[in-house]
């Protein structure tokens, strides 16, 4: 299962890395790339020391049995908020996530304090740069650390927490890399469809997982994720055209909104 895994994180990284690398774009175009680089760089060997030794450190001191049920709530609490968020934005209850518009919202609120462009490194632009990248690379750190540490080391692979790291590592190469090219914000990345997939599948994962925790078999084995991805699918279809019928009354929208800001 370990190229199953190195799949989710890649995926679920490429969320993250989209928007770390908007902010690290805001601060390379407002106040110089040099300050840019260095706060994403110290901030990537930050994340590198982090899951370096907390992965280890579960990997080797708690039960597999036990990691699988934490990591399976974990898992299936993150999974379904993206999901949650996901099918608002499909079914027009909430607005799309705007790649372009954030990065002209954060130029607009730098220039504002009126920062230059100078050459040489700006502690506030390292600070934000570093503070930003560390935030978003958390939850990639988190998700390295979860699906990896869930699947025991192999002794002719790479182990789990090798396969979610490869994953993740190209996610970031590949949005770098991207970002180099165009040199502007990931507006073409459909990132609410790639945020619908990733919450299916921490949904899927975190079900399989948890189950496992609680001592159930799960029939046809690893085959069975595939039955849940189609059941999470069909239900997530369900709920989007729900929603979407829904609201088209201005009134039923609104009591939908309430009734989850309540219970967010």
Request: aromatic share 12%.
């Given at each position: 299962?370990?190229?199953?895994?190195?799949?989710?994180?890649?995926?679920?990284?490429?969320?993250?890395?989209?928007?770390?690398?908007?902010?690290?774009?805001?601060?390379?175009?407002?106040?110089?790339?040099?300050?840019?680089?260095?706060?994403?760089?110290?901030?990537?060997?930050?994340?590198?020391?982090?899951?370096?030794?907390?992965?280890?450190?579960?990997?080797?001191?708690?039960?597999i049995g036990m990691l699988r049920l934490v990591i399976g709530v974990l898992l299936l609490l993150f999974?379904?908020?993206?999901?949650?968020?996901?099918?608002?934005r499909y079914s027009g209850l909430k607005a799309l996530h705007d790649e372009e518009a954030i990065f002209e919202e954060r130029m607009a609120a730098l220039r504002a304090r009126g920062e230059t462009t100078p050459s040489r490194l700006h502690?506030?632009?390292?600070?934000?740069?570093?503070?930003?990248?560390?935030?978003?690379?958390?939850e990639v750190a988190f998700l390295v650390i979860t699906f990896g540490s869930s699947v025991p080391a192999s002794a002719s692979g790479i182990g789990g927490i090798g396969s979610a790291a490869l994953g993740a590592a190209l996610a970031g190469c590949l949005i770098i890399f991207t970002g180099a090219l165009v040199r502007a914000p990931l507006k073409r990345v459909p990132e609410n469809t790639l945020k619908f997939i990733v919450g299916i599948m921490l949904t899927t994962f975190g079900t399989f997982w948890m189950g496992e925790g609680f001592?159930?078999?799960?029939?046809?084995s690893d085959a069975f994720l595939l039955a849940l991805v189609a059941l999470y699918l069909l239900a997530s279809v369900i709920m989007i055209t729900w929603l979407k019928r829904a609201g088209r009354d201005p009134r039923g929208a609104n009591v939908i909104m309430k009734e989850l800001e309540v219970r967010s």
């Open positions: 299962m370990e190229w199953a895994v190195a799949l989710a994180a890649f995926l679920a990284s490429a969320v993250e890395f989209v928007e770390a690398f908007t902010i690290v774009l805001v601060v390379g175009v407002t106040i110089n790339w040099r300050s840019a680089l260095v706060g994403a760089m110290a901030a990537a060997a930050t994340l590198a020391v982090i899951v370096a030794t907390l992965g280890v450190a579960i990997v080797q001191f708690v039960p999974g379904l908020k993206w999901l949650k968020n996901s099918i608002l502690p506030f632009a390292v600070a934000l740069s570093y503070k930003s990248v560390l935030l978003e690379g958390l001592g159930i078999v799960w029939p046809f």
